[in-house]
């Protein structure tokens, strides 16, 4: 009797505790129903309270009390000053919008799948910017996709179509489809060692058609129109083939130099659109680049001039799922507690 008394104790409990997880996890699916709609959320920092915050820590660090004092003194001073000076000035800044710089973010993988992102938040921004407004992006992708990094630079084009200044800055690489979204801006700032450039197209094609041949295996490619394929990895490549390949990346180079040439036309594009990369130094002089410098520096000098902030769109992908398989290894867990503690079976 003992023994049908604690399992049914058990079993009790058991029960309870699945059916409340059940219920959490049906509460998370109706939650994630409902919100379905949403693709992501938009995350706004304020970078000019951070650079402050950090500037007040040491400062209370490094300086004695009556140092403090001296100082607070003097920064009031020096904000009452200013206030009177653009008073007189006419520039009563009660109903005038601050000047604001945007930070957006672009590391682009091989498909340039971020440029999803990137849309979300240049509307944002172009929601409440205007012309006294910049756009600050921090640029780093070695290229990829035609289609995917041409889509990325009409996306920044559009700040540009907006008459709004669009700064780029490079700290790491900015090279083949990363300069096409770079050349775009109004100004490129690189760090000294960040690699600039490879304006060329390139593709590789594996072609495992001698080793199918050697091991008897036959290889059928049908197509309607001559050039449907021009090159494939397990059949025979023909000539008339690879002539056909090398002249569509041949057009693809002169739409990239074209689109340059019209985004920077003070740069010899003759000169730099030979697939090569250059560090950030060597860049600007051959005007890839128009100031050697870092985001971290650009970013800091801007907030003592202007309100800066960081827009990000994340998407929630996931987060179900996630919670999902957290809630069954609960389960799993709990169960396993609860027959070792009750001790049904002998061991």
């Not at 309270?49 to 009556?66: G, N, R, Y």
């Not at 498909?111 to 990137?118: K, T």
């Not at 921090?138 to 700040?159: K, N, P």
């Not at 990895?233 to 689109?259: C, I, S």
Request: charged content about 30%.
């Amino acid at each position: 009797m003992d023994f049908l008394y604690e399992y049914g104790m058990f079993l009790a409990k058991a029960v309870t505790i699945v059916l409340a997880v059940v219920a959490i996890l049906v509460a998370i699916t109706a939650s994630a129903i409902k919100q379905k709609h949403k693709k992501g959320e938009l995350e706004i920092t304020d970078l000019s309270a951070e650079f402050k915050d950090v500037e007040q820590e040491i400062t209370h660090q490094l300086l004695s009390k009556e140092e403090l004092k001296k100082k607070e003194k003097a920064d009031k001073k020096q904000a009452k000053e200013k206030a009177k000076a653009e008073k007189n000035a006419g520039k009563d800044e009660a109903g005038k919008q601050e000047p604001r710089l945007f930070v957006l973010d672009f590391k682009g993988s091989l498909d340039a799948r971020e440029v999803s992102g990137l849309r979300e938040e240049i509307t944002a921004v172009l929601s409440v910017a205007n012309k006294e407004d910049e756009v600050f992006v921090r640029l780093e992708s070695g290229g990829g996709m035609v289609h995917g990094y041409g889509l990325a630079s009409s996306q920044l084009d559009r700040i540009r179509q907006s008459d709004i200044s669009l700064t780029v800055s490079v700290d790491k690489v900015a090279a083949s489809g990363g300069y096409m979204m770079a050349c775009v801006a109004n100004k490129i700032i690189s760090a000294p060692f960040a690699i600039v450039g490879s304006i060329g197209v390139l593709a590789q094609v594996p072609n495992f058609n001698k080793l199918l041949k050697k091991h008897d295996v036959e290889f059928e490619q049908l197509t309607a129109g001559e050039f449907k394929r021009t090159l494939t990895m397990f059949g025979e490549n023909t000539e008339k083939g690879r002539e056909k390949f090398v002249e569509e990346l041949e057009e693809t180079h002169e739409l990239f130099k074209a689109f340059v040439s019209e985004h920077r036309p003070s740069l010899d594009v003759a000169k730099v659109a030979t697939g090569e990369h250059w560090f950030g130094t060597k860049a600007k002089e051959l005007g890839l680049v128009d100031e050697i410098q870092t985001s971290d520096d650009y970013l800091q000098a801007a907030s003592k001039e202007r309100k800066v902030v960081a827009i990000k769109f994340e998407t929630r992908k996931g987060l179900t799922e996630k919670l999902t398989k957290a809630a069954s290894l609960s389960i799993e867990n709990v169960i396993g507690k609860l027959w070792q503690n009750n001790r049904i079976f002998p061991g």
